[in-house]
């Protein structure tokens, strides 16, 4: 009875071990083929101190569209998105420094202004001159840093789900946060599993594995995280810069959004007076990935529109 005690004991400690790692193995071969349908290849480029991770591809003559995802995640979020536009624009869609692929240097300055230098460093590297920049949550927060801040780099401003403004009203991460217990800053699963149901009001299906890989990876990345978060929370908030954004600019936002209050995008409307308003009923903070098609077309409407402005503006 013992030996079958010691065996089983093994068997799960074995399977407590691996399992998270099979997720690891699964998560890159699905990221490598969602990469390779999308015609998008790994490329890392140096910049200034440091070399940052990017998927890229598309037409190499064509207008750029630069993708922003937001803090704790990577640029993986934006592989199906990706791929309805590689026919028309040259993507670009790198790890922010810290996530992804890049090393974390602990105090490295990973706030927005630095993030956003960091970017206009990348399109130098890529040999781009201007670029339509979308951007999720803290990816936004980025995106509005740099066309506030580098206007001559950005050709339309696309928003999605922005962090980087006052909240209008508490919300349940800041609520969080101020008793201590930021969501983003993970122990155990069950904080994990908390942490997967804010972030998506219609998520796709998604294997057991893969959230045991991911659960354990937030764990892991807890103190980076930390200071990843402090660094970009502690950046000063864009609104008085908004104003200055002249370019075809897009607020989208899921109605159901957990991380970030659906009214701050009123904050964003009223500082941004030009652009144009989506709210997706239904929808949680990654419309990109819950419903990706009418992201798509939203975002491609901006597009659209910023190539007539291009086409007109002297």
Request: charged fraction near 20%; include cysteine; proline fraction near 6%.
């Amino acid at each position: 009875m013992l030996v079958i005690v010691g065996v089983l004991a093994i068997v799960a400690l074995w399977v407590w071990w691996t399992y998270p790692r099979v997720g690891n193995v699964l998560f890159e071969l699905i990221a490598w083929v969602e990469a390779r349908r999308s015609g998008l290849k790994a490329v890392t480029l140096p910049i200034k101190g440091m070399t940052l991770a990017t998927y890229q591809g598309g037409r190499g003559h064509a207008p750029a569209l630069l993708l922003l995802h937001g803090f704790s995640a990577d640029k993986g979020v934006w592989l199906g998105f990706a791929r309805h536009f590689v026919d028309d624009y040259r993507v670009i869609i790198p790890d922010l420094a810290g996530h992804g692929k890049n090393t974390f240097v602990p105090g490295g300055d990973y706030s927005i202004a630095a993030q956003a230098r960091r970017m206009v460093a990348l399109l130098d590297a890529c040999h781009v001159d201007k670029v339509h920049v979308i951007g999720s949550s803290m990816g936004a927060y980025v995106a509005s840093w740099l066309a506030t801040h580098y206007p001559e780099r950005v050709l339309s401003l696309g928003l999605i789900g922005a962090a980087g403004v006052n909240l209008p009203q508490p919300n349940e991460v800041e609520e969080l946060v101020n008793r201590g217990d930021n969501p983003f800053l993970i122990h155990t699963r069950a904080q994990f599993d908390r942490f997967f149901a804010m972030t998506m009001a219609a998520p796709p299906s998604i294997p057991e594995v893969l959230l045991a890989a991911e659960a354990q990876s937030y764990i892991k990345r807890r103190e980076e995280l930390a200071e990843i978060f402090a660094n970009f929370s502690d950046s000063p908030r864009i609104e008085p810069w908004l104003p200055e954004v002249r370019v075809p600019s897009l607020i989208l936002w899921g109605r159901e959004d957990r991380m970030v209050p659906v009214a701050s995008a009123h904050t964003w409307l009223a500082g941004i007076p030009h652009a144009r308003l989506v709210i997706l009923d239904g929808i949680g903070h990654l419309p990109m990935v819950e419903s990706t098609q009418q992201t798509v077309d939203h975002c491609r409407e901006l597009l659209d529109k910023a190539k007539v402005y291009s086409s007109i503006r002297p």
